[in-house]
């Protein structure tokens, strides 16, 4: 059973709420690999996505999610809605709720939006990204991930290289994976670290070759060059000299080291296209099991609970 009815961050969730969710995943993954990829379980009910920030995989997964499970499901487009007349975010989110919506996906260049509006609103809020702050789905979804090709997350080496001050995917993946017993490594350089890095248990290397041997998981993230002031890092071309994943930093690596990427990768930045590309990488696994880990997340936080 769930604590809450809104799902914020992983920093709230308990290993038994993470677990659940995880297991749910997996029926859900099975719905999607049989002939009719859909389940009456959220008939009746409604779903809005409102992002306020540019997506293409988490609000399409969002909306693939809702969608198998039966929901009626509205994308907001905030462009061409009443907030560019100046409304402002609780009025668009209580004209939502006044609209029947049982569920509100959010996406929102500043931390800690979602968690406003769930406590304005009665129905579900789900957090699709807040600033830097957090992307739950994400980290599940990776989690989830990780789980198709090893027995368990604990007594795992997680690599996490790049842009972890400005990445909500890198702290959600951090809570996630400490939870459940990995050991997680931070690659970066100094200017990109956040502030709270002695507080989230993780080992920090700003040496790739160090951070990398021995690694089970290499995950690498996009350069937040939206959510940066200037001068965090010389170039993009030095920034891959120093910190971009190549096949041979990759052999450092256990050898069937899994690479991960949350998405939209930059080729040549972090990561150079033939370890995007590689054996190794599960970076579209990543993106299919969204889907199902999204359909666990809607259904337990806004279809069974009501
Ligand atoms: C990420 C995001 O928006 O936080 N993308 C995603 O949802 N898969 C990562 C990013 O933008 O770099």
Same mark, same amino acid.
């Given at each position: 059973m769930l604590a809450s009815?809104?799902? $914020?961050?992983? /920093?709230?969730?308990?290993?038994?709420?993470? +677990?659940?969710?995880?297991?749910?995943?997996?029926?859900? +993954?099975?719905?999607? @690999? =049989?002939?009719?990829?859909?389940?009456? %379980?959220l008939r @009746?009910?409604?779903?809005?996505? $409102? !992002?306020?920030?540019?997506? &293409? =995989? &988490? =609000? &399409?997964? !969002?909306?693939? #999610? %809702? /969608?198998r499970l039966s929901a009626d499901v509205v994308n907001f487009s905030v462009s061409s809605s009443s907030v560019v007349k100046g409304e402002t975010i609780q009025d668009t989110a209580l004209t939502i709720q006044a609209l029947g919506a049982d569920l509100l996906v959010v996406r929102h260049a500043s931390s800690g939006v979602p968690d406003y509006l769930s406590r304005i609103l009665d129905i579900s809020v789900i957090n699709a990204g807040d600033g830097s702050n957090e992307h739950p789905t994400q980290a599940l979804l990776d989690l !989830?991930?990780?789980?198709?090709? +090893? /027995?368990?997350?604990?007594g795992l080496t997680v690599a996490i290289i790049g842009d972890i001050a400005h990445s909500r995917? #890198?702290?959600?993946?951090?809570? @996630?994976?400490?939870?459940?017993? %990995?050991?997680v490594r931070v690659i970066c350089p100094p200017t990109l670290l956040p502030a709270e890095i002695e507080h989230l248990g993780v080992i920090v290397f700003h040496s790739i070759e160090e951070g990398l041997k021995g690694a089970d998981v290499v995950m690498t993230l996009r350069l937040q060059l939206e959510r940066q002031a200037r001068g965090f890092l010389p170039s993009l071309k030095e920034y891959f000299y120093l910190y971009g994943l190549t096949a041979e930093r990759l052999r450092l690596a256990k050898k069937d080291a899994l690479v991960m990427h949350p998405g939209p990768m930059n080729r040549g930045v972090e990561? %150079?296209?033939?370890?995007?590309?590689? &054996?190794?990488?599960?970076? $579209?696994?990543?993106?299919t099991n969204g889907i199902a880990v999204r359909m666990a997340v809607l259904y337990l936080f806004g279809g069974a609970r009501r």
């Open positions: 009815k809104n799902l $914020l961050g992983i /920093k709230d969730l308990s290993v038994e709420e993470i +677990r659940l969710i995880l297991e749910s995943s997996l029926g859900f +993954r099975d719905v999607l @690999g =049989r002939d009719i990829k859909k389940v009456p %379980a @009746g009910k409604s779903v809005v996505n $409102l !992002f306020f920030e540019p997506s &293409t =995989r &988490t =609000r &399409t997964s !969002f909306t693939l #999610a %809702a /969608k !989830f991930t990780i789980l198709q090709y +090893r /027995k368990e997350i604990s995917v #890198a702290k959600s993946n951090i809570y @996630g994976l400490t939870k459940l017993g %990995a050991e990561i %150079a296209s033939e370890v995007a590309d590689g &054996t190794q990488s599960v970076i $579209l696994d990543q993106v």
